[in-house]
């Protein structure tokens, strides 16, 4: 938050239990859609769900706010996921930049500052292209590490310019805005940081593992 603090993104908060509309509908994962595959929900009886991740937060803020918004969005999310590398429960901080003339070379030059300051300068990073529904054009974001004396890339980062059907569910003018987004998994930045292989550890509560930090 610091880091990006520095670059001129306000920190903003949302509820962790959200409706159908701001956690898919709003941004362009409609009930029909085979993206929902990608985030496999907590459903509760009230049709509610457990967010799946912070970017309800960057709808509720475009529909508070006209631009420019310069934003992050840090909070427990929730996923129907476990093994070494996904929890159940784990932290994301989004960020979202919408203003006139936002490029693709704007959010690649953001990233590599940010995931520099935060891992030294001298970590190979590298953009992926991927798919997501409410950003196009796509990139997963990977940064190398050593394992076992071999290079070896994490997955830490989906990021990509905010797609039209999102300014049109919030009406903002598709023609005269554009933006980008971007999401990161906190405990996989610790995984790399700490050389932790193994995401569930954070939430076995070992006396063991909790005292080194």
């Not at 603090?5 to 409609?30: Q, W």
């Not at 912070?54 to 840090?74: F, G």
Request: with cysteine.
């Amino acid at each position: 938050c610091s880091i990006l603090g520095r670059m001129g993104f306000s920190v903003k908060h949302g509820p962790e239990i959200e409706t159908d509309f701001y956690n898919f509908e709003a941004l362009n994962i409609p009930a029909d859609h085979p993206a929902r595959d990608m985030h496999d929900t907590f459903y509760l009886k009230s049709k509610d769900v457990l967010r799946t991740h912070t970017s309800p937060v960057q709808i509720r803020s475009m529909l508070a706010q006209k631009p420019p918004i310069k934003l992050i969005a840090p909070g427990k999310v929730y996923r129907c996921d476990a093994d070494t590398s996904h929890s159940p429960v784990f932290h994301q901080i989004e960020g979202l930049y919408i203003d006139n003339d936002v490029t693709f070379a704007d959010l690649k030059g953001i990233l590599e500052y940010f995931l520099h300051e935060l891992f030294g300068s001298d970590k190979q990073i590298r953009l992926r292209s991927s798919y997501f529904p409410f950003t196009e054009p796509s990139v997963e974001v990977d940064v190398a590490y050593e394992k076992k004396g071999t290079l070896q890339w994490m997955e830490i980062m989906g990021a990509g310019m905010v797609q039209r059907n999102v300014f049109r569910q919030v009406n903002y003018d598709t023609e005269s805005l554009s933006g980008y987004a971007f999401g990161l998994g906190i405990e996989r930045i610790a995984m790399l940081l700490y050389k932790i292989d193994d995401i569930r550890l954070f939430y076995e509560n070992d006396q063991r593992f909790l005292e080194q930090f």
